[in-house]
């Protein structure tokens, strides 16, 4: 019997809502799956596709990018922009294999602690139930590489 | 700036099967500017055929490198240290630059990674579109800087036709009556005794007519 | 007389001008083509012959023109410039001169997107301007495009189009005004419903004297049903049908449609009479030919005059 499967995923948030989200779920001491490893971004803006595929390359079964309320970024428009982004980039996964319903774009705030925690179980269990990114397994060993490329990569 | 927007990844990956290494080359010209084929569209496309290959299989080794411009054989020279190590090269610049690798690299397996469209400018972030197809004796002059060979579906010269309707073309309302647009401008600068005047037959010679076409400049040529 | 054309000839005499049209057959049917012709025969001075009309292939218009023709009728030879550069132009010109053919209309043609072979390269080598200004050439000077001396050359009586309803709307005179200065002889409109606006574009060419210059035929269309009068009114560009036509033909039940069409032709032609500076009518029956006898005699068109042909 293989082991049961645990998802990896990266969640790029956003320091103005998302990221401050995950501290206040931390304090409000909310259960979220572990599973869910989190990159800082000054903005979701700043998600470029290449980080996407970054962390699919380097083994992750799910990434989600989260960003500010419409209308709330504190860059303008980077939120929507991301959003643009990412459902080009879900295109892109179709045509490379791997699955465009392994990404997703979210919206919440920074007070938002409950609904972080929340988001982050339902990615998690959807991403279970999808099964390993088909290249799990034939890239570097996962979780480390997945986070690691990607911050890389935002920081270029 | 000469656009050009990337092949459909399976295209891409039929070229690239037979190959264990190969060198996927950018350009920091036009390419960049329009969002194709750049350092940024070298590390997209070059990530999604790792993983895409891996998926079937298969542990393709892919070189990246972005050339200042690859349209010039100085610049191509960079890339003369890694072409022995690789099998075969993926250009993401436009057929000038393509083509300029095969002349160079001539035992070396070359494919286009884009389709190279045509010469425009950028309406707004995102969206190009066509203002000029190089017909070698520039009409701007006397179409009020709107081009009708460029820009009218039928490109006439002494145009518009009976399929101008609301300032739109006939063959689709995204697309602007390069006409309409002329007459407008032309009434703006005051100048609509210029539309009387019949542009008469154009000589296709300065543009392709004649072959492929070619400048020589003796002050500078060697 | 500057050709041998009958329309020519009908025009010079002072008589209103009728001529209709015939669409080429899409395969090797020479006899449809024949049978087309024998319905116009006699109601009509000559018969313009379309060219890969809305960008379909049919068979050509000089050889379904040769078999008017044959048949003693008078073809108006249709050429596009989405087809053909300028030397296969001269080329078939001089062609369906050498068949007795004479008199010509010069188009652009409808975009390849709108036909059948919406993947094909449009050639327009030449704008119908452009193409006007060579026929003349052809004709006046006895030269081709390119400047060489043609061997007899060929007497066309050149004619070319015009839309009144297209935009902008201040330009349609003005490039009415072009294609005269580059020649035309004669000029076929779009089909007409909205005829105050038509009215207004005439009131326009008369200011510059342009219908003493060339001979302008009215295009007419006879509706066949309401949903055709939509189609043409949403769907075709550079078309200007106003809603009182629709409604009227939605008004009579479905089986009377046709008869409300042909009579809104009628009427058409009737009121378009009384306008200074129409000179004849151009009578569009699209794969409704066998009509035109019936429009020609309601009209009051019928008998053609005989200009000794």
Known sequence: ?156 | ?222 | MKTESVLEKVLASGNLAVTSECGPPRGCVPEKVRQKAELLRGYVDAVNVTDNQTAMVRMSSFAAAVVLRQLGLHPILQMVTRDRNRLAMQSDIIGAYSFDINTMMCLSGDHPQFGDHPMAAGVHDIDSIQFVQMVKKMRDEGKFQGGADIESPPRMFIGAAANPFADPFELRVARLAKKVAAGADFIQTQCIYNLDKFEKWMEGVRNRGLHEKCHILAGVTPIKTVGMARYMKNKVPGMDVPQEVVDRMAGVPKEKQADEGIKICVETIERLKQVKGVAGFHIMAIEWEQKVPEIVERAGLYPRPNVGI
């Open chain 2, 1 to 222: 700036m000469i656009t050009a927007e990337r092949k459909p990844l399976e295209e891409i990956i039929e070229y690239i099967r037979p190959f264990q290494k190969i060198l996927l080359v950018g350009c920091n010209e036009c390419v960049t500017v329009c969002a194709a084929g750049g350092r940024k569209e070298v590390g997209i496309l070059s990530a999604s055929l790792q993983m895409s290959l891996l998926k079937q299989g298969k542990n393709l080794q892919i070189r990246e490198h972005t050339l200042e411009r690859q349209c010039d054989p100085e610049y191509v020279e960079e890339l003369t240290p890694m072409i022995d190590g690789v099998d075969a090269v993926l250009s993401m610049a436009c057929g000038c630059g393509v083509q300029e690798m095969s002349r160079r690299f001539k035992d070396k397996p070359v494919f286009p990674a884009v389709n190279t469209k045509f010469m425009g400018a950028s309406e707004r972030q995102g969206v190009w579109a066509e203002r000029c197809q190089g017909c070698g004796d520039c009409l701007l002059g006397i179409t009020g800087g709107i081009c009708p060979i460029a820009r009218c579906s039928k490109q006439l010269m002494n145009g518009p036709c009976g399929g101008s309707t609301t300032g739109k073309c006939e063959i689709s309302p995204d697309v602007d009556c390069a006409w309409q647009l002329i007459w407008d401008r032309l009434k703006a600068l005051g100048l609509e005794d210029r539309y009387e005047r019949i542009i008469p037959a154009k000589d296709w010679r300065p543009g392709r007519g004649a072959g492929p076409r070619k400048i020589i400049r003796e002050d500078l040529a060697e």
């Open chain 1, 1 to 156: 019997m293989m082991e049961e499967f645990e998802p990896v995923i990266v969640a790029f948030c956003c320091h103005f809502c998302a990221y401050t989200a995950a501290d206040m779920a931390g304090s409000l001491r909310l259960c979220y799956p572990a599973n869910v490893k989190i990159v800082r971004v000054p903005c979701s803006g700043k998600v470029d596709t290449i980080h996407i595929l970054k962390a699919f390359e380097g083994g992750a079964d799910g990434v989600y990018v989260a960003g500010c309320l419409e209308g709330d970024c504190h860059f303008k428009n980077g939120n929507v922009r991301a959003a643009k982004r990412v459902t080009y980039t879900r295109k892109l996964l179709e045509d490379i294999g791997i699955g465009g319903q392994r990404l997703e774009m979210v919206n919440l705030s920074a007070g938002m602690g409950e609904r972080f925690a929340e988001i982050a179980r339902q990615i998690t269990e959807k991403i279970r139930k999808l099964g390993p990114n088909p290249i799990r397994n034939l890239t570097r060993p996962v979780t480390e590489a997945a986070v690691q490329t990607s911050k890389e990569q935002t920081l270029q």
